[in-house]
């Protein structure tokens, strides 16, 4: 099974910045997209940013295009989402999550192997 480890997560005043990281192990990492999701309290879990395998191809939901960027490092087997210009509203529990197939974009359903989750806390 392909495991996935967060790390980066933390508290951010309003403008700051954070790097998130997704370290996989257990499976050819290189061959899965990743997605990020992330879920605020009081509501469902919801896509931010996907890249597909090779790295070439990336997604962004709407809130946050131009402030945060995927990016991943295969041979180290990591996927990062660099986040800038936080706001108090992309506080949430941030998840990444490796999917079985291309074009999935933030289908929940169709990922398979799911990181623990690590906070994010943005004040104001």
């Known amino acids: 099974q392909l495991q996935l480890v967060e790390s980066g997560g933390g508290e951010v005043q309003a403008g700051g910045s954070l790097q998130l990281s997704c370290a996989a192990s257990?499976?050819?990492?290189?061959?899965?997209?990743i997605g990020w999701f992330r879920q605020a309290p009081g509501k469902g879990r919801e896509g931010v940013s996907y890249?597909?395998?090779?790295?070439?191809?990336?997604d962004y939901t709407d809130s946050v295009k131009g402030r945060f960027t995927v990016s991943r490092d295969n041979a180290n087997n990591t996927v990062y989402l660099q986040m800038n210009s936080l706001k108090p509203e992309d506080t949430g529990v941030y998840y990444c999550?490796?999917?079985?197939?291309?074009?999935?974009?933030?289908?929940?359903?169709?990922?398979?192997?799911w990181g623990q989750g690590t906070q994010v806390t943005v004040s104001s």
């Open positions: 999550a490796a999917a079985l197939y291309l074009n999935v974009k933030y289908t929940r359903d169709d990922y398979r192997y």
């Open positions: 257990g499976l050819a990492f290189d061959g899965y997209p």
């Open positions: 890249i597909e395998p090779d790295g070439s191809s990336t």
